[in-house]
């Protein structure tokens, strides 16, 4: 991190609906890379266990909206969640790289 960053928190942010299978890999990797940041995942009314997988894999929050309502306002719930200087929106299924995220801390 820059040192003007130094001191600064990440909050990841991870909607997520039905990643049940992913969203326990991805958050290992989020832990191993940037252990100390906040990670915050949105349960979008999932019908499988993602919310539970996500609370026993090291979410520091996992919040849940009652009715699916979209990867939107999962985004925002998670913003409004998260307590970090900085906020990084990580997919649940990792779709995208994750040692990409190091090049935009």
Not at 9 to 30: C, D, H, M, W
Not at 59 to 77: L, S
């Amino acid at each position: 991190m820059p040192a003007s960053n130094r001191g600064k928190r990440i909050s990841f942010i991870i909607p997520a609906y039905n990643e049940e299978e992913t969203i326990g890999i991805v958050l290992k990797q989020l832990k191993e890379t940037f252990g100390d940041q906040e990670v915050v995942v949105v349960d979008d009314a999932s019908t499988d266990n993602t919310a539970w997988t996500a609370k026993e894999t090291g979410a520091d929050k996992v919040i849940r909206h009652n009715i699916n309502r979209g990867p939107g306002a999962a985004f925002k719930t998670g913003v409004i969640h998260a307590a970090g200087d900085f906020i990084i929106v990580v997919d649940a299924d990792g779709q995208h790289p994750l040692t990409e995220v190091g090049k935009v801390v």
